[in-house]
């Protein structure tokens, strides 16, 4: 199962967004909500290795976090992965703070494992805020119908990183790591 390199939101970002996920529960449809252990979050990474190194990534990770304060994120719209995953997000403007810390981080995470998945490599990342995965046609319809009486942009501040062990139980939180001055 993988693990997950996250970029956190502010408290009132984060509560709007879980608010999102249970609108999109409550109309029947699966939510990032079900998935036990979830917050509200940016992935920067995800590796499907078996082994990683947690001790060496809380240390570097806490440092290279407290480098960092808090900074503006604007989720802005809405979209679709038409994959075998099927997932509907909130897209979030790529601005140069976001890139840059995504690419230090990307860079950083690899000396704690291997089996990064290409597609969060800089220059290849989609920034986004899953809303649902693993949707059908309909399913997927209907979370974007709920999700388009939304008012974006949305606007949010970058607060914490986090390591995350996704199991197909739930998401175990491994490290969080404030970001400088972060409250």
Do not use: K
């Not at 999109?24 to 190194?53: E, K, M, N």
């Not at 501040?157 to 490290?175: F, G």
């Amino acid at each position: 199962m993988p693990y997950v390199i996250e970029l956190l939101f502010d408290p009132q970002t984060e509560t709007v967004i879980r608010g999102l996920w249970q609108r999109i529960r409550d109309a029947g449809h699966p939510s990032s909500l079900d998935a036990d252990g979830y917050r509200s979050h940016l992935t920067l990474a995800v590796s499907d290795a078996a082994a990683f190194d947690v001790a060496g990534c809380r240390a570097q990770l806490t440092d290279f976090a407290r480098t960092w304060s808090p900074f503006p994120i604007q989720l802005n719209h809405l979209g679709l992965f038409q994959t075998m995953n099927n997932v509907v997000f909130l897209g979030v403007a790529p601005s140069a703070p976001l890139l840059a810390l995504h690419r230090e981080v990307f860079g950083l995470c690899q000396a704690w494992t291997t089996g990064w998945r290409d597609y969060y490599a800089p220059d290849h990342w989609t920034p986004h805020v899953t809303l649902g995965f693993d949707l059908t046609p309909s399913q997927a319809l209907g979370i974007l119908s709920l999700a388009w009486e939304m008012s974006l942009p949305i606007h949010a501040h970058a607060r914490a990183l986090q390591l995350v062990h996704v199991t197909s139980a739930a998401a175990r939180n491994l490290i969080l790591c404030e970001m400088r001055g972060a409250v």
